[in-house]
């Protein structure tokens, strides 16, 4: 008998929304295979996960590893972590926007990336203005299916402590009770739950580019809860 299995590949692996993303896909009946590109060796015990140890900044050489069906970039960092601006700009720009590229070379079905709220090319924050060049990037590529998610503040244990980030978190119940109409998209979610939409979607027959509010991504739970895609 053919499978009808998919197989995954996941980008991001180690980060706050990659984790749960893994975890939600390994537990899913609907891969068969997931290829996980990592920096470092991560502590997963798994009888589908394939751990792929690379060099992000030579993606080219591994791009036998982007036959897949769906492929997953939850790629990102802070500029205090990568130093500099264009440190940053390689990690939440650069790399996608290469990984994207092999997706379309090798026949990937979806590509499914993690972007931010605000983003925008003519923003005149330097944050909100890569995530726009990032989406607008991935536009221009036309791929057949591409499936941009907006979260507002992630909300979730980090493997790094942010103190700015930790104060948001604490006030965000309170916060998020007050965000209504249109401050609902700015309100803080899950990682979790972003993870859970992105796997939701993935299972789509959705053609073309489309882009997700956090609101929207918070609705998507309920959807997938009732099983309709």
């Known amino acids: ?6 197989s995954a590949l996941v980008l991001g692996a180690t980060g706050l929304i990659g984790k749960e993303l893994v975890k939600i896909l390994n537990e899913s009946e609907q891969y068969e295979k997931i290829r996980l590109l990592v920096r470092r060796p991560i502590d997963l015990e798994s009888a589908i996960c394939e751990e792929h140890i690379i060099d992000f900044n030579e993606l080219h050489k591994y ?7 769906d492929i997953f970039c939850c790629l990102g ?9 264009e440190a940053f700009r390689k990690v939440d720009y ?7 590229k092999l997706a379309k070379e090798n026949g990937a079905e979806k590509v499914l990336v993690i972007s931010s709220m605000g983003a925008d090319p ?16 991935l536009i221009s590529l036309n791929l057949p299916s591409l499936h941009i998610f907006r979260p ?3 909300l979730g244990e980090r493997s790094e402590f942010r103190l700015g980030e930790k104060i948001a978190e604490k006030s965000s119940g309170v916060m998020n009770k007050l965000m209504i109409g249109p401050l609902l998209p700015y309100r803080g979610i899950q990682a979790r ?5 992105m796997s939701f979607v993935a299972q789509s027959k959705k053609l073309g580019n489309h882009v997700y509010l956090s609101n929207e991504i918070e609705s998507m739970i309920g959807l997938s809860e009732s099983g309709k895609v």
């Open 1 to 6: 008998m053919i499978s009808t299995k998919k």
């Open 63 to 69: 791009t036998e590893l982007f036959q897949v069906t």
């Open 77 to 85: 960092t802070t500029i205090k972590a990568a130093k500099t601006k």
């Open 94 to 100: 650069d790399y996608p926007v290469a990984a994207a």
């Open 122 to 137: 003519k923003s005149l924050f330097f944050y909100s203005r890569v995530k726009g060049d990032l989406e607008a990037a």
């Open 152 to 154: 507002s503040l992630l």
């Open 193 to 197: 739950k972003v993870a859970a939409a």
